[in-house]
């Protein structure tokens, strides 16, 4: 489903609204009536009717569908756009510190570094003919890990989204190799450890979603070892690993009662290798229960396997973004 620009321009403007509320209502001159119906009807937002004197008024409620329109229609670099905007909101509440004693506050930690220096060579490789290509430049170069340097790159991300007119242009006259034509697997490499409940409700979300699963005992050995098995059949565009509580450990020097719960070596060395092969935005990593996540990977990001689902949409989301067609209804079913 695409909308024409005009709806597009509503929509966006509703659902800019609906970020910081649950509802909001909306009514004439502001508004059309038939606009809000066409939404409505397509499921994009959700209606309560309001009787006033003057007209017509609706409390309009977001949906699935309607949050996840854009990511769905948009091209592949404006999506990488709201996904740094997205993470530059996490990153302000897990990596900024306060200053104290008249000192500023400042960032300090791997998911803020990892993200300047994507966005830097997200920039050099597809922003040279933006009008924000220098004022991008020079945040990175004077980045001093401040508050302001956040906020102008925050500020300027913020200007490249709404950027319609360029994100609207033809890709090809830009130079930018889209891969439009590509065809994308829909074969989703499933890393996991011994927890087969995990694993099995993971199988069963991405066939419900069209994909097929592949999971690595299941293939046949043909006389190949663990790693050739590994390098064979992960020739997909996406997949997904599985934190379970598999494991336990500690340090040396630690009490028993420091130890916590790890998944499952293999685990992590697959999940490693599938980044390097697929690129970090083409692997979503998620945690079921209390598990000690790797230090060292740098910028992933982990989704929590919640047992009210929830995950499902973040996960479809992140598939949505590595250019994979999701069909959300079926996905999150």
Known sequence: MKLDSTLETVLKDLYTQLRDNSEITVESPQYRQTQIDVLVSCGLVKKIDVSTLDGWAYIIQPTYEGENYFQINQSPLLRKV????????????????????????????????????????????????????????????????????????????????????????????????????????????????????????????????????????????????????????????????????????????APIEAQKYRARQNVVFEHGYLICKLKRNHVCALVKGDVETPGDISGVIYVKMDEAGAWKMQLAKNMSAAGLPVDLNEFCR
Not at 88 to 101: A, D, L, Q, R, V
Not at 165 to 184: A, I, R
Not at 228 to 239: C, G, M, N, P, Q
């Open 82 to 253: 709201n996904e740094f905007i997205q993470r530059g909101e996490e990153i302000k509440s897990k990596e900024f510190h306060s200053g104290s004693g008249g000192f500023p506050g400042y960032f300090s930690g791997p998911l803020y570094d990892a993200w300047m220096n994507e966005i830097k060579i997200f920039n050099e490789r597809h922003l040279k003919d933006h009008p924000l290509y220098e004022s991008i430049s020079s945040t990175i170069f004077h980045n001093k890990r401040q508050l302001r340097s956040f906020n102008d790159m925050m500020g300027h991300l913020h200007a490249l989204e709404s950027d319609d007119e360029y994100w609207g242009t033809d890709m090809s006259q830009l130079g930018l190799n889209m891969g439009e034509n590509k065809v994308m697997s829909k074969k989703v490499f499933i890393v996991h450890g011994h927890d087969e409940a995990a694993l099995h409700e993971m199988a069963r979300t991405l066939s419900n979603g069209g994909f097929e699963p592949i999971i690595l005992h299941e293939q046949p050995d043909a006389g190949l070892t663990i790693i050739e098995k590994i390098e064979r059949y992960s020739d997909v565009d996406f997949a997904v690993v599985l934190y379970t509580e598999c494991d336990v450990g500690r340090e040396k020097q």
